[in-house]
């Protein structure tokens, strides 16, 4: 990708004179600077025949860039064969739908290890992994924000390594809450870019998908989201070491702020 696109999670607030849905939301979003939605599908596939149309207008309408985030339903670790199953069934109708208005990624968390050895979750979810067809969208692994969850960026890292339909989503903020506050400064976030160059080349920063947002944690890890400037995540080293590395791709903002919170990576980055 050219440059670095910064855009939002889900509809943005608005200033309550506009009852958004998806194509009102995008048209927002561009007249207010930004380049990009991550559409929720995280409890139900709400692109449909009644309004991909619309969307795809305003996407195309507004040069704009689609993500979506699939299921918090799917578990390709499950413990039941017909959970995994139901996985990846949610996995492809989420595709499918971002299709239909010519998105580009979908962000997935792929699991749980649910008491099994990081090895053998591993093998479960590469083996399911494997079934998903090739297409078009992108799937893109997210790392997550709890130590019950598989999806730390070494693992994802290896599935991109052996999977070549997946590629990464790098949620620094996961990380950051899934180590009880790892990410301190610059040189925290400048080794995760320099692991990701090391091990899946500068191919990988070149087509980055990225959330980014404030993080309430414990030891635990991730317990929920905060605007920005109310959580320690530091969004300034981290966008620091991205322009050093010369990432290209797309921002995320989560959160409660939505777009305050992405214009306020925006105009970060850009004054850096």
């Known amino acids: 990708m050219d440059g670095l696109l910064f855009g939002i999670s889900g509809l943005p607030l608005g200033n309550d004179s506009i009852k958004f849905n998806y194509a009102k939301g995008i048209d927002y979003a561009k007249s207010i600077g930004l380049d990009a939605m991550e559409l929720l599908f995280v409890r139900s596939v709400n692109v449909t025949d009644n309004n991909k149309e619309i969307i795809l207008e305003a996407k ?11 299921s918090h339903y ?42 099994d050895s990081k090895k053998k979750a591993y093998n479960t979810i590469r083996d399911n992994l494997l079934h998903l067809p090739l297409n078009e969208v992108d799937f893109r692994l997210e790392t997550t924000g709890k130590g019950t969850q ?4 070494e693992e994802l890292v290896s ?23 790892k990410l301190k400064g610059y040189n925290d976030f400048a080794k995760i870019l320099q692991y990701i160059t090391d091990e ?28 920005l400037q109310q959580s320690d995540f530091n969004y300034v080293d981290c966008l620091k070491a991205i322009k050093d590395f010369n990432v290209r791709g797309c921002i995320i903002s989560e959160g409660p702020m939505v777009e305050k919170d992405a214009l306020l990576l925006k105009k970060t980055y850009e004054k850096l």
């Open 74 to 115: 799917i578990n390709l670790n499950a413990n039941e064969l017909d959970k995994q199953k139901q996985s990846i069934e949610r996995i492809i109708k989420a595709r499918e739908a971002l299709s239909k208005v010519e998105g580009r990624s979908l962000i997935f968390h792929p699991g749980y290890y649910l008491g």
């Open 60 to 70: 195309l309408r507004n040069n704009f860039y689609l993500s979506a985030h699939g």
């Open 150 to 153: 598989f999806g730390t960026l």
């Open 159 to 181: 599935l991109c390594k052996e999977i070549s339909k997946c590629k990464l989503c790098v949620d620094f903020s996961h990380i950051h809450a899934r180590y009880n506050g």
């Open 200 to 227: 899946l080349g500068k191919s990988a920063l070149e087509d980055m998908h990225i959330h980014m947002g404030g993080v309430n944690y414990n030891e635990k890890g991730e317990r929920n989201h905060l605007p």
